[in-house]
């Protein structure tokens, strides 16, 4: 079946259209001695006759009509084809694998979904997880982009910010914390802290935040692997949290989680869409590395307030 190709479909099509063994060669631009060799050639290789020749021309046996038939599905799928790797090649069409750290799960489906509304034609997947799982999903090519906090170290990367991403620290509106200001870490080292499993960015930038400030784990049985069971932790009143600003914010409207005025808050780092640079991506990873570059900021919360303003600091969804 190897020795089966285009051509013997193209030998086909060409003598039912034109009728005659001499006007499919002038037709394809070949020799009828080539012509009948390609015929020959491919009944053959199915070891069936396809045409009869009589005094009105080339008629198709019916084999040869389900090759006829075969031969259109074949050129329909073939121009199918050519017009998929176009879309693609013009960044329009294609699959995309995009894999993001939990946090970015705040923003990062409405920003996905505009961008899919621009190329409706994606095949689109979605990863999410805490950091080393998405920058191992960039390292064995299972997505061609991230949404990370921390570009990665250990690979050759290229990497664009997107946007601001401050943190802050946050207790029930009960707390006796609430409404002190420029509260100290040495304070806060009196308090029950909740934080996220090591591997997570946001545990990077807790330990970098509180250095080597003695602090009270907190003494419950609660695994505490996601910002969601964080924040219901510090609402159940069971400790206070370094988390994301871009978490809260329906919380924070609610008056269901207060951000504490703490010196050195919020930290403020950044967002980056991050590929491999040892790795060409696709045209669409590059129209979604510009999307995100160029618009992606829109999505993120916004900040309004800080630690020394006139109230404690809030978080808001973006406008539309």
Same mark, same amino acid.
Not at 103 to 110: E, G, H, S
Not at 185 to 211: A, H, M, N, V
Not at 221 to 233: D, F, P, R, Y
């Given at each position: 079946m190897s020795q089966l190709s285009l051509r013997h479909f193209e030998t086909l099509q060409a003598i039912v259209r034109q009728g005659t063994l001499v006007g499919a060669a002038s037709y394809l631009n070949v020799t009828p001695a080539a012509l009948t060799a390609r015929l020959k050639a491919l009944e053959d290789l199915v070891g069936l006759k396809?045409?009869?020749?009589?005094?009105?021309?080339?008629?198709?046996?019916?084999?040869?009509?389900?090759?006829?038939?075969?031969?259109?599905?074949?050129?329909?799928?073939a121009k199918d084809f050519l017009a998929r790797m176009a879309t693609i090649r013009r960044g329009q069409g294609g699959r995309l694998a995009v894999a993001a750290v939990s946090?970015?799960?705040?923003?990062?489906?409405?920003l996905i979904a505009a961008f899919t509304r621009e190329h409706p034609n994606i095949d689109l997947r979605f990863l999410i997880g805490n950091r080393d799982d998405t920058i191992a999903a960039l390292q064995s090519l299972s997505a061609e982009v991230a949404l990370t906090g921390?570009?990665?170290?250990d690979m050759p990367a290229e990497k664009a910010a997107l946007g601001a991403h401050p943190y802050v620290i946050v207790a029930p509106p009960f707390h006796p914390?609430?409404?002190?200001?420029?509260?100290?870490?040495?304070?806060? #080292?009196?308090?029950?802290?909740?934080?996220?499993?090591?591997?997570? #960015?946001?545990?990077?930038?807790?330990?970098?935040?509180? #250095?080597?400030?003695?602090l009270h784990r907190a003494q419950v049985?609660?695994?505490? #692997?996601?910002?969601?069971?964080?924040?219901?932790?510090v609402m159940a009143g069971l400790g206070v949290a370094l988390i994301s600003a871009h978490t809260i914010a329906a919380e924070v409207q609610d008056g269901r989680l207060r951000c504490l005025d703490v010196e050195g808050l919020?930290?403020?780092?950044?967002?980056?869409?991050?590929?491999?640079?040892?790795?060409?991506?696709?045209?669409?990873?590059?129209?979604?590395?510009?999307?995100?570059?160029e618009r992606g900021a829109h999505f993120l919360p916004r900040l309004i307030g800080g630690h020394r303003d006139e109230r404690p600091l809030t978080v808001l969804p973006p406008e539309e």
């Open positions: 396809l045409f009869d020749r009589t005094s009105g021309g080339m008629k198709l046996t019916m084999a040869g009509e389900m090759a006829l038939d075969s031969a259109h599905r074949i050129e329909r799928e946090t970015a799960k705040y923003f990062a489906p409405r921390r570009p990665p170290a914390l609430v409404g002190e200001r420029a509260i100290s870490k040495d304070r806060l #080292g009196q308090e029950t802290f909740l934080f996220r499993e090591q591997g997570s #960015g946001t545990r990077s930038i807790f330990d970098y935040f509180i #250095g080597d400030i003695t049985g609660i695994e505490l #692997g996601s910002n969601e069971t964080i924040k219901q932790a919020p930290i403020i780092r950044q967002w980056f869409v991050v590929n491999r640079a040892d790795r060409e991506i696709s045209p669409i990873a590059q129209a979604f590395r510009a999307f995100v570059t």
